[in-house]
């Protein structure tokens, strides 16, 4: 399809029946607003492509090791200000879950749900009150599960009225005419995900971002569920606030296990950071995009956001904040690869760093970004290769020097959580482990500790018993 005779009266035209859906379901003017841009965007055939020679490494950040801590009292004033927000919409599908990812046990019974509660029961013990506020953003998927789980275990927090930022949905796009997709028997499949970047459109078009502003709230910190070293640093909120910046990335320095993985940099044209994912590089700059000294900083997921320039940033671009799209090719059925082709239109909230004149970005330790992805990352934060801190942070052990434990298990076994638990009932010890690859069933007894870089092969079909005691180097069975 030609893209080249697309004029904004015909993009009206064309996006009429999105409008028409959209409106149906009860979606705000702010959630249409931005899919609209992500459809004009797809309309005119923009790639999204970011050359090398487009951009300049980002370099010289400020080192939030390096911050002072402000003084109780200011400490304290700024937390008044604040409010703290997590993205809580994922399912944990990829590891087997039906139900929000932050509901699994990460530390004896306590979830990561239920040690973000206590940090933020913590912090507001050191105000004497109800600040610094607390939202979860939640999918349709994982609201109930999220409200009974809090309601049984911190009904403090109040109910879903006071902590709940409601996620939107978006159509899925045909392919083929660029069309409202239909599944007349699961309409539920017409319906996407529009990623975190929704955040923005979901703070005006819910009303929560006049309530916030107007109850002398100024700042936003936003981090992830599955992020547990995400908690609010007052050192940082300092910087923030004293910066004047509308927005603010946390970043870490990349390592060769992130070289494909996003990067920030900076554009040539206007100055401004940017985000750059692997996506987005032409096949010819994947050696710069590679090159972890070169391209040195990548995004932790952890936003600071001046409320009042986010409103301000609404009002100038006709209620949208410009996201550029992800543009995911998918079936209409998911499970049916035979079903037609769609277009799913995303955003990341990380990349409204470009939509900001002024915004910044901090040079963030490791311990800040411990994300769970996968049942590997979910073993290593399980393990005492991770602390928990009195104020409930949990955090990559000081004496690993910033350095993760890289863990590689079977994946036709350990993939889902079930499968996981299945193999190692007890959580080894990581804490002296630099890695771990696991091939072929085993279980892991109480007391089992793995040193340096440990290796299982086992190519039976029983399981390795690994009882206790230190195990180091390879093991092969079979």
Not at 165 to 171: D, T
Not at 343 to 360: D, H, K, P, S
Not at 401 to 416: E, S
């Amino acid at each position: 399809m030609s893209q080249t005779s697309r004029t904004p009266e015909n993009i009206e035209t064309s996006f009429a029946p999105f409008r028409q859906k959209m409106e149906a379901e009860g979606l705000s003017e702010s959630a249409i607003r931005a899919f609209r841009g992500s459809y004009a965007a797809l309309l005119a055939g923009e790639t999204g492509m970011i050359p090398e020679d487009t951009i300049s490494p980002a370099k010289d950040l400020p080192c939030a090791d390096e911050l002072t801590a402000p003084a109780a009292e200011r400490a304290a004033a700024l937390l008044k200000q604040t409010v703290i927000i997590k993205l809580n919409g994922g399912l944990g599908t990829g590891m087997g879950l039906e139900k929000a990812k932050s509901l699994l046990p990460v530390r004896g019974e306590d979830t990561f749900l239920d040690l973000i509660a206590r940090q933020i029961l913590l912090l507001r013990s050191q105000t004497g009150g109800e600040v610094p506020m607390f939202m979860l953003m939640n999918s349709f998927s994982t609201s109930a599960d999220t409200a009974g789980h809090l309601a049984k275990r911190f009904p403090q927090l109040g109910g879903t009225e006071t902590w709940e930022l409601m996620q939107n949905k978006v159509p899925k796009v045909l392919a083929s005419s660029l069309e409202p997709a239909t599944a007349p028997g699961s309409p539920d499949q017409e319906w996407c995900p529009p990623g975190h970047g929704d955040i923005y459109a979901c703070l005006a078009g819910s009303g929560w971002l006049e309530r916030l502003l107007s109850n002398g709230v100024r700042y936003a910190f936003v981090s992830n569920s599955d992020n547990l070293g995400a908690t609010l640093d007052p050192a940082i909120l300092a910087w923030f606030a004293d910066s004047g910046m509308p927005f603010a990335m946390e970043v870490t320095r990349r390592t060769e296990s992130d070289k494909k993985g996003g990067h920030l940099a900076v554009r040539l044209s206007d100055g401004r950071f940017l985000l750059r994912e692997s996506a987005q590089c032409p096949k010819a700059d994947e050696g710069h995009f590679q090159n972890i000294d070169q391209h040195r900083y990548f995004n932790t997921n952890n936003l600071w956001i001046d409320l009042q320039a986010l409103k301000s940033a609404l009002q100038a671009n006709d209620g949208l904040i410009p996201l550029p799209p992800i543009m995911n090719k998918k079936t209409v059925d998911p499970r049916d690869a035979a079903s037609p082709a769609v277009v799913q239109l995303e955003t990341a909230m990380g990349a409204a760093i470009e939509c900001f004149a002024g915004a910044g970005a901090i040079e963030v330790s490791r311990v800040r970004f411990a994300p769970v992805k996968t049942t590997s990352d979910l073993l290593a934060v399980r393990s005492d290769a991770y602390e928990l801190t009195e104020d409930f942070c949990l955090r990559l052990h000081p004496s690993r020097n910033g350095q993760p434990p890289h863990l590689h298990l079977d994946q036709k076994l350990c993939k889902l959580v079930d499968g996981l638990e299945h193999n190692f009932p007890h959580t080894p010890s990581l804490l002296h482990c630099r890695s771990l690859l696991v091939h072929g069933p085993v279980e892991c007894g109480a007391g089992v500790v793995f040193k340096g870089d440990a290796v299982i092969h086992n190519h039976t079909q029983a399981a390795v018993k690994l009882k206790a005691g230190v195990h180091e180097g390879p093991i092969s069975i079979g």
